[in-house]
T-cell receptor, first 114, second 115 residues
C-alpha cells in the first residue's frame, strides 16, 4: 500500500499565483522528499526534508513537515507555466541493514495557465 | 557527471514474451532501485540492489527479477509478460552510504507496452 497520499489530486492555477500541495503518510519516517515529473518522463528531485526539520526552502519552493500529524506541504510561489507537472511526495522506509526504498504518494497534477 | 541512463527508452512486446531493461547509474553510485509506474497503481517499488546484492524487494511476483553487475549497472527482467505489465519503468541511483539521507537520481524511464 502506498505510504503517502496527496491532496489535491489536481490543481489548476493562473501564472503568478501560489500552488500548495499536501502529503500525508502513515508511519514514522527518516525523511520526506518531493519530486516533479513532467508528462511520462523521469522524476526530478526537488527537495528533501529530514524528520527533525520543520521547514525548508529552495528557491521558489517551501516545504513544511509536521511529524505529529504525519503530513507535509509543498508551496510553489509565483508559479510559472513551466511548473506544470505532477508532483510526488516520497517517504523512506529504512530497514535495519540500511537498505533503502522510497514509497511514493499518488501525486498532484499541477496545471499553471499562462 | 552523466545522469542515470536507461535503455531502451521504448519497448513493445507481446504477452508471454520476456524483456530485459538496463540501467546505468551515476558514476560512483552503488545503489540502484527500480520502480514501476502505472496510472492505476502509481509509483511502486520493485527492488533495490547494492554492491551486486538485492537488499530490498517490493511486492511483485517472481516474474520480476533483477541483477547488478560489478560496475553497478543493473538489469531488470520480466518473464511471461502480461498486459498489466505495461508501464513506465524507472531506475534510480544513489550513493547509499550508511546514512539514509540519500537523494535518489532517476533516469528517464523505459516505456514498456505489452500487446
Amino acid at each position: 500500500s502506498q505510504q503517502g497520499e496527496e491532496d489535491p489530486q489536481a490543481l489548476s492555477i493562473q501564472e503568478g499565483e501560489n500552488a500548495t500541495m499536501n502529503c500525508s503518510y502513515k508511519t514514522s519516517i527518516n525523511n520526506l522528499q518531493w519530486y516533479r515529473q513532467n508528462s511520462g518522463r523521469g522524476l526530478v528531485h526537488l527537495i528533501l526534508i529530514r524528520s527533525n526539520e520543520r521547514e525548508k526552502h529552495s528557491g521558489r519552493l517551501r516545504v513544511t513537515l509536521d511529524t505529529s500529524k504525519k503530513s507535509s506541504s509543498l508551496l510553489i510561489t509565483a508559479s510559472r507555466a513551466a511548473d506544470t507537472a505532477s508532483y510526488f511526495c516520497a517517504t523512506d522506509a529504512v530497514r535495519m541493514d540500511s537498505s533503502y526504498k522510497l514509497i511514493f504518494g499518488s501525486g498532484t497534477r499541477l496545471l499553471v495557465r499562462p | 557527471k552523466a545522469g542515470v541512463t536507461q535503455t531502451p527508452r521504448y519497448l513493445i512486446k507481446t504477452r508471454g514474451q520476456q524483456v530485459t531493461l538496463s540501467c546505468s547509474p551515476i558514476s560512483g553510485h552503488r545503489s540502484v532501485s527500480w520502480y514501476q509506474q502505472t496510472p492505476g497503481q502509481g509509483l511502486q517499488f520493485l527492488f533495490e540492489y547494492f554492491s551486486e546484492t538485492q537488499r530490498n524487494k517490493g511486492n511483485f511476483p517472481g516474474r520480476f527479477s533483477g541483477r547488478q553487475f560489478s560496475n553497478s549497472r543493473s538489469e531488470m527482467n520480466v518473464s511471461t509478460l502480461e498486459l498489466g505489465d505495461s508501464a513506465l519503468y524507472l531506475c534510480a541511483s544513489s550513493f547509499s552510504g550508511v546514512s539514509s539521507y540519500n537523494e535518489q537520481f532517476f533516469g528517464p524511464g523505459t516505456r514498456l507496452t505489452v500487446l
